[in-house]
């Protein structure tokens, strides 16, 4: 019984996207909007210095452009296709524990990534993320009798992020969007200081549609 309700309630969520009135003929669907996120920092074991790295919490805020292409079936409305394109700008936070410090990075983050809709609402997402170091906090960090001079940290990663997105229309205008996101960091913040930081963010973001 459970699995038959389970199998309904499927149902009923692939159906409302796929069967909503259109009021355009467009094979596509672009949505802009703010963008807030929260998540975990993870620093990585530093060879350089051998410091070991805990972990911290860290923030997203920007905008997001989404394009979602195509029609699931002849039937179904523009924008509701296999293939979506998310592009975004933000300004990250992101913080490691060191000992019974803390250092923040205030960051770009520029994340572009190509989505796969498993159902009209729901994406598997993947690409890569642009972040530049814009300040750091403090400028300098003491730990076991050593002083490190985070103030230089100037560094800037591409990241490998994928994750999952959930996209519902809250009329033919706007939606409403929520993703899970793993970014990887792949370079060290600075030659001085180098490891590396990835995170967890779950973040929300509101689209008006500009094209549909």
């Known amino acids: 019984m459970r699995k038959q309700l389970l199998l309904v309630l499927l149902a009923v969520v692939c159906a409302s996207g796929l069967f909503a ?3 355009d ?3 596509l669907r672009i949505g802009v ?12 074991h530093s060879k350089v210095q051998n410091l070991n790295f805990g972990k911290g919490f860290g923030y997203q805020a920007g905008a997001v ?6 029609r699931r079936y002849d039937m179904s409305c523009g924008g509701t296709g296999w293939v979506g ?8 936070s992101r913080a490691v524990k060191l000992g019974d410090a803390s250092l923040r990075t205030n960051c770009l983050e520029i994340p572009v990534l190509a989505q796969v809709y498993v159902i009209p609402n729901l994406a598997i997402e993947a690409g890569a993320t642009m972040v530049k170091v814009l300040s750091t906090s403090p400028t300098q960090l003491l730990h076991d009798g050593t002083i490190y001079n985070t103030g230089e940290i100037k560094g800037s990663d591409v990241m490998i992020s994928a994750g999952v997105a959930y996209k519902s229309p809250i009329d033919s205008n706007s939606s409403w969007m929520v993703d899970a996101r793993f ?30």
């Open 21 to 23: 009135q259109c009021e």
């Open 25 to 27: 003929d467009r094979p």
């Open 33 to 44: 909007g703010p963008k807030l996120g929260l998540g975990l920092d993870m620093g990585s």
């Open 65 to 70: 452009v989404n394009a979602h292409f195509g």
């Open 85 to 92: 394109l998310q592009l975004e700008a933000l300004y990250g």
């Open 183 to 212: 970014n990887l960091g792949m370079s060290p913040l600075a030659g001085n200081f180098d490891t590396k930081v990835s995170s967890i963010m779950v973040s929300f973001a509101y689209l008006f549609n500009i094209v549909k």
